[in-house]
């Protein structure tokens, strides 16, 4: 018989696990493109489609699988997102081309939307509120930049070892399968539908069809445009845009009219005023920070890559630091989340991510290693602390039925912060280049000198987002007090539940 400690141990490892294996397949897939278009002959234009499908099919499908997640079941939904992700996983490691990484890349984008907000349902679930939810989420945090940065170093040299980058997802598929199987053991059967743990009023399919479609083509038209002839201006990008949030419109006011009659609702507007949740604020500010983070990340591969042109495994070393302090700083979060309010935790994290887009936008490049970018990836890795924060305060919002709708928001905020901060990000600096190469006709557009132009002008940007993402949570996240701290009626209901539970066992 497990110990209460052991097995909440065992529980954090499969939830985690996954999770990180979710970012893990990012970080390799960003430094192994060119090794993965080369082998299979793939065009310049497309070399970005494995990469760019799977956040498709990720982002635009978390509220639908976080919704089917709370009507069937968080561990359900978990095991087998996670099982078919290490499936299409096991696939791609012997795709014979093209098309057929960029469709198993795609599935196992589906699996990780269906895995990710089950998962925190099942830690909100499983921990009471307190110290030890807490934990639970700095750690399940902890994997998110874990996963990313393993994925560029270990991707980075298996790709230039005998192993080819198929290892990279042969890793990832027998990984999967532990934590399934771990998983499968360890984590609890919810009980039955009535007693307020499952969504008992059904999917809402409209909603479920308009919100997918909406984001799928949000995500699509951003990522599109980086690689289209007129960039933003093109025709097509402009009119995916205006349809995408047109759908969105449609949405917000589909679930508000669903809600107000009692009817199954994807998404529950009234939570986005509910008082003492700030759900706006939190999103907005989670949004901003993602995509002052993770595109700062992005950026930097390419700076190490194309300015200091150096090869995978030295770009992944590079980022090493940047492991370490998210690790520390998503635990010294968990820890801290019980005995600090959430506000100047979430100030300090922010900050230290502006910091590190300044400094990235002042960068010598000929400055050591040690000198100017090690701090860059060092604070980067601040804004990390914002995860476990903003995730317990969003699953706040929602009652005990809808904890997996609330991981899938949370996670759609970071997916599309992301998405549109580096296609916006990329836009400028592309632009910002160009300008200069005109200027400059003798120097070659793929020279370190126009390259880096661009890239200075990336860092201002990712400042600007990163500073955005503060002032919200200065105006926004007043007064959000110790987050996911017990209240009194809890702990005396825990306590009523012990005293119960340790009489029984003393009649037995």
Not at 385 to 402: E, K, N, R, W
Not at 412 to 428: F, H, K, Y
Request: charged share 10%; with cysteine; hydrophobic share 50%.
């Amino acid at each position: 018989m497990l110990t209460s400690q052991l097995k909440d141990l065992l529980v954090v490892a499969a939830v985690s696990g996954v999770t990180t294996l979710n970012m893990f397949l990012s970080g390799a897939l960003t430094v192994a493109i060119p090794t993965i278009g080369q082998d299979l002959h793939f065009l310049e234009q497309d070399l970005q489609w494995p990469v760019t499908v799977f956040s498709l099919a990720y982002g635009c499908t978390l509220l639908l699988f976080g919704r089917i997640g709370d009507i069937v079941g968080g561990r359900l939904m978990f095991l087998v997102g996670s099982a078919w992700f290490s499936a299409w996983s096991l696939g791609a490691a012997f795709a014979p081309s093209p098309t057929a990484i960029i469709i198993f890349v795609a599935m196992m984008g589906l699996g990780a939307a269906a895995n990710t907000p089950a998962g925190i349902g099942i830690f909100v679930g499983h921990f009471p509120r307190g110290s030890r939810r807490n934990n639970a989420f700095g750690v399940l945090g902890a994997g998110q930049p874990v996963g990313y940065i393993l994925g560029l170093v270990l991707g980075g040299v298996m790709s230039q070892s005998s192993i080819t980058w198929r290892g990279i997802f042969y890793v990832q598929a027998g990984l999967a399968v532990f934590f399934v199987l771990l998983g499968w053991l360890v984590l609890e059967k919810e009980t039955t539908t009535g007693n307020g743990q499952r969504y008992t009023k059904g999917l809402d399919w409209g909603g479920a069809f308009i919100s997918t479609v909406g984001i799928g083509l949000l995500t699509y038209s951003f990522a599109a445009s980086a690689s289209a002839t007129q960039g933003w201006a093109t025709p097509r990008i402009i009119a995916l845009i205006c349809v995408a949030f047109a759908l969105l419109v449609v949405f917000w006011f589909y679930e508000k009219w669903r809600e107000h009659n009692a009817m199954s609702v994807l998404m529950p507007p009234s939570i986005w005023s509910q008082p003492g949740a700030k759900m706006p604020a939190v999103i907005a500010m989670i949004f901003f920070a993602w995509w002052s983070f993770n595109t700062l990340l992005y950026i930097s591969t390419l700076y190490f890559q194309q300015v200091k042109v150096l090869a995978p495994l030295q770009t992944s070393i590079r980022f090493l630091p940047t492991i370490l302090c998210a690790i520390g700083t998503n635990l010294a979060g968990g820890w801290l989340m019980n005995r600090l309010p959430g506000l100047p935790l979430i100030l300090v994290a922010v900050t230290a991510n502006v910091l590190a887009a300044l400094l990235f936008a002042l960068l010598d490049i000929y400055a050591s290693y040690w000198r100017m970018s090690f701090w860059v990836m060092a604070l980067a890795a601040g804004a990390d602390m914002v995860y476990p924060i903003g995730t317990l305060q969003v699953s706040s919002a929602f009652d005990d039925d809808s904890q997996s709708l609330a991981g899938g928001i949370f996670t759609v905020a970071t997916r599309l912060g992301t998405s549109i901060g580096v296609a916006v990000t990329s836009s400028i600096a592309s632009t910002i280049s160009n300008k200069y190469h005109s200027a400059h006709p003798n120097l070659l557009a793929s020279s370190p000198e126009v390259l880096m132009v661009g890239f200075r002008a990336a860092g201002w940007t990712l400042c600007v987002a990163g500073a955005t993402s503060v002032m919200i949570a200065l105006v926004g996240l007043r007064g959000i007090g110790i987050v996911g701290q017990k209240v009194a009626a809890e702990e005396e209901a825990q306590e009523r539940k012990f005293d119960v539970s340790t009489t029984d066992a003393g009649r037995v």
